[in-house]
């Protein structure tokens, strides 16, 4: 899969505040909302697979990078998208789940992951990629 860039000024997570900084009064409100979130796997694989649609250009420019943690990334997205949760939060959230409960989230994230990739490949690649230059071949053989 072929790295796709897109402008960040394009990205769904940055208009949403995905990277913004919260007034310190806010962030314990926003830590709790996060840990309750991301505890609950099948709440939140929900969110992951309903960011993955509404945040085209943010899932193209991130998922097709293989250099970033694709799950951990979808988690955060996850979190800004239901609310508003900046990244850095749900970072010091998931640092409070047990490791069984970071196990249940990652395993929906890359089932969320590997889901986008397939479709992705799919819609950009088709199922019958260089179909015409393969028959091309076998005429000339």
Known sequence: MKRIYIPYTEWEDWH???WNKLDKEEEPHMLLKAIRFTSDYIKYGHSMAKVIISWPN????????KNINRRAFLGHCACSYEFNCPEYITRAAWKELTNHQRYLADLVA?????????EYKRKNIGLHKNMGKQLLLQWDS
């Open 16 to 18: 949403n505040g995905m």
């Open 58 to 65: 943010t899932m193209l420019n991130s998922l097709t990078n």
């Open 110 to 118: 890359q089932k969320t992951i590997n889901n986008w990739i397939y």
